[in-house]
């Protein structure tokens, strides 16, 4: 890049793109040319880091420059053919969801990468989604970012991807013995801290909802089952509530309302209870509300993901948050990876959660006095 002087008039990062662009198409900067660090364009032009990076957000929009993670940003080979990727997730009106896409979205974007989204929400036909991950290979030759979804019939098809040397990476647990690429948050982890929190502010009746079926909801659920033996307390299966969901892309919440019908009519009901999800807690909360349980003072709740409606339920609600942003950037970069090796190790990639408390979380108390359980 020239020593070119940059006029900063508004917006301010509109001349370095204007500087860049007459330097690629007058053949000043050549194809595979390293243009410079984001750093070292703040050095030069002195603007601001916003700026510079508004500024090469627009020309990556562009087709004309990309960004190489640990390298710098170059000018685009256009003549590289753009390769395209499928994205297939369980619900795209869940925020985690929406965010993840977003972020492989730019990652992919920086690599000249064209992205196709499917989302299985939409559709709420299980069959449909499950044509379009047989047909993966075709719609998509250059890969897939798959989300996990609660069925065996998805674990069966992941095993047929992997037999054809298809290159897919998957976010969320590994099915079974089914040795693929993952990325995800701490599962086990994150239920294992809600665990400690629980037992630590004196609850010892402690249950779980989610789909057993599931090895991310299941990861979840053996964090928490084993923070409560560690604990010194005996977890008690009959506290399990099991979703069998035999279309997991509708709503849950006739699943969820028998589980914890079930779950309330034991003569030794829970104090507390962690759900899989997020919105498995708001159902949770409906159906406790309409028994006339009041949280927190009868029960505890806690979801997972810390998504934008637990701050607005009544109370809001505890949960734990997972790195979606830095999620779906790692699953770019390790499908990328795969790419160019499709019969490659296998890899993944284990990202730190972090519990939020709020009001729907209280202390289990055996008297007026303030006595923990």
């Keep these: 890049m ?8 508004n ?7 204007e500087t860049l662009r007459d330097e690629i198409h007058a053949g000043r900067s050549q194809p595979n040319q390293l243009i410079g660090s984001e750093h070292e364009m703040v050095r030069r032009t002195g603007l601001s880091r916003v700026s510079v990076r508004r500024a090469i957000d627009q020309l990556v929009d562009e087709g004309l420059v990309e960004r190489r993670p640990g390298k710098g940003v170059f ?19 869940r ?6 896409v977003r972020s492989a979205q730019r990652s992919g974007a920086d690599r000249g990468i064209q992205i196709q989204l499917h989302d299985a929400h939409q559709y709420g036909d299980l069959d449909v ?21 609660c069925h065996p019939r998805f674990a069966e098809l992941i095993v047929k991807l992997k037999g054809q040397a298809y290159p897919f990476v998957l976010i969320g647990e590994s099915w079974r013995e089914i040795e693929v690429p993952t990325v995800s948050a701490d599962n086990r982890a994150g239920g294992y801290t809600v665990g400690q929190e629980l037992v630590r502010r004196g609850h010892r009746r402690i249950g779980y909802i989610g789909p057993m079926v599931d090895p991310t909801a299941r990861r979840r659920f053996e964090g928490l089952r084993d923070a409560v033996n560690d604990g010194g307390v005996a977890f008690d299966r009959a506290l399990v509530g099991d979703l069998v969901l035999e279309n997991p ?7 969820v309302d028998q589980a914890i019908r079930r779950m309330m009519d034991q003569p030794d009901r829970p104090t507390a209870i962690l759900c899989c999800t997020d919105g498995a807690a708001a159902d949770a909360c409906r159906t406790l509300k309409r028994m006339g349980v009041a949280i927190p003072s009868d029960i505890s709740v806690i979801g997972y993901d810390d998504e934008p409606i637990c701050r607005y339920l009544d109370p809001p609600l505890a949960s734990v948050r997972q790195p979606v942003e830095q999620m779906g950037q790692a699953a770019m970069e390790m499908l990328i990876g795969r790419m160019g090796n499709p019969r490659g190790a296998i890899e993944h990639c284990v990202l730190p959660v972090e519990f939020v408390s709020r009001a729907s979380l209280a202390d289990r108390l055996a008297d007026a006095g303030g006595t923990p359980v």
Excluded: Q
Aim: proline share 7%; charged share 20%; hydrophobic share 45%.
């Design 129 to 149: 989604t499950l044509r379009v991950l047989e047909r993966l290979p075709e719609l998509a030759p250059s890969g897939a970012i798959l989300g996990s979804i």
């Design 2 to 9: 020239s020593n070119t002087s940059i006029n900063t008039s």
């Design 249 to 255: 892309l509708v709503s849950w919440e006739r699943a």
């Design 11 to 17: 917006p301010v990062y509109a001349s370095l793109v």
């Design 95 to 100: 925020e985690p969801w929406v965010r993840i």
């Design 75 to 93: 000018v685009r080979d256009r003549h590289v053919a753009t390769r395209l990727v499928e994205i297939v997730v369980p619900d795209m009106t």
